[in-house]
């Protein structure tokens, strides 16, 4: 059994910066991906972007263009999805996941569906 949980949200004005965090218990991440999803107040959950845990490959959603950045650190067992020029509508909930993946980026990773561990999600408040 994975535990996850997120840290780092917070309020933060149009063109500011975060860095989310997400640490990974119970077992070795080994040999999973880990994605980082955001939901907005009526809106579905929607896929921000992955990484695959041994050779820390990241994908992100084409909307990001290059605003945030995905990464993880092997030692502390810890993922961190870094928000930069952050505007309103990256308001929301913020939630890492993980599931087992075969160590590239697949299309199965993009739905929320398909992971098998949620952290409890951290908020997100972009004011302009």
């Known amino acids: 059994q994975v535990q996850l949980a997120e840290s780092g949200g917070g309020l933060v004005q149009a063109g500011g910066s975060l860095r989310l965090s997400c640490a990974a218990s119970?077992?070795?991440?080994?040999?999973?991906?880990m994605g980082w999803f955001r939901q907005a107040p009526g809106k579905e959950r929607e896929f921000v972007a992955s990484?695959?845990?041994?050779?820390?490959?990241?994908y992100y959603a084409p909307f990001l263009k290059g605003r945030f950045s995905i990464s993880r650190d092997t030692a502390k067992n810890t993922g961190y999805l870094q928000l930069k020029s952050l505007k309103p509508e990256d308001t929301g909930v913020y939630y890492c996941?993980?599931?087992?993946?075969?160590?590239?980026?697949?299309?199965?990773?993009?739905?929320?569906?398909?992971?098998?561990?949620w952290g409890q999600g951290t908020q997100v408040t972009v004011s302009s």
């Open positions: 119970g077992r070795t991440f080994s040999n999973y991906t």
């Open positions: 996941a993980g599931r087992r993946g075969p160590g590239v980026f697949t299309r199965v990773d993009l739905v929320p569906d398909n992971y098998e561990y």
């Open positions: 990484i695959t845990w041994n050779g820390g490959v990241p």
